[in-house]
């Protein structure tokens, strides 16, 4: 891990060395942080915390995508249901 300082940010740059879609990954910290010395440790628990967060949302991005088509086309059946009743009640033989 290394700290990057600026004139109006800082940043924690971390290489990532695992991913096999990311090489680097970069964090700006706070401005309302004091400046000191940061921890490494909790820095490096919270990043990872922070990336760790961003692949269950993709997980559950994809399930929430699958549950929604099941109940869009579970409602057309529904739907297309409903409608031929109504029809052959009114128009029925």
């Not at 700290?3 to 924690?12: D, T």
């Not at 879609?21 to 970069?26: K, S």
């Amino acid at each position: 891990m290394q700290i990057v300082k600026g004139a109006q940010r800082r940043m924690v740059q971390m290489r990532i060395g695992d991913s096999p879609y990311y090489e680097e990954a970069f964090f700006i910290v706070r401005k309302d942080l004091p400046k000191i010395q940061f921890p490494e440790r909790e820095m490096l628990a919270e990043a990872n915390r922070i990336l760790g967060d961003g692949a269950v949302q993709k997980e559950r991005k994809k399930e929430s995508i699958a549950k929604n088509l099941a109940w869009f086309f579970g409602g057309m059946v529904l739907g297309l249901g409903l409608s031929l009743l109504a029809f052959f009640l009114r128009f029925g033989t």
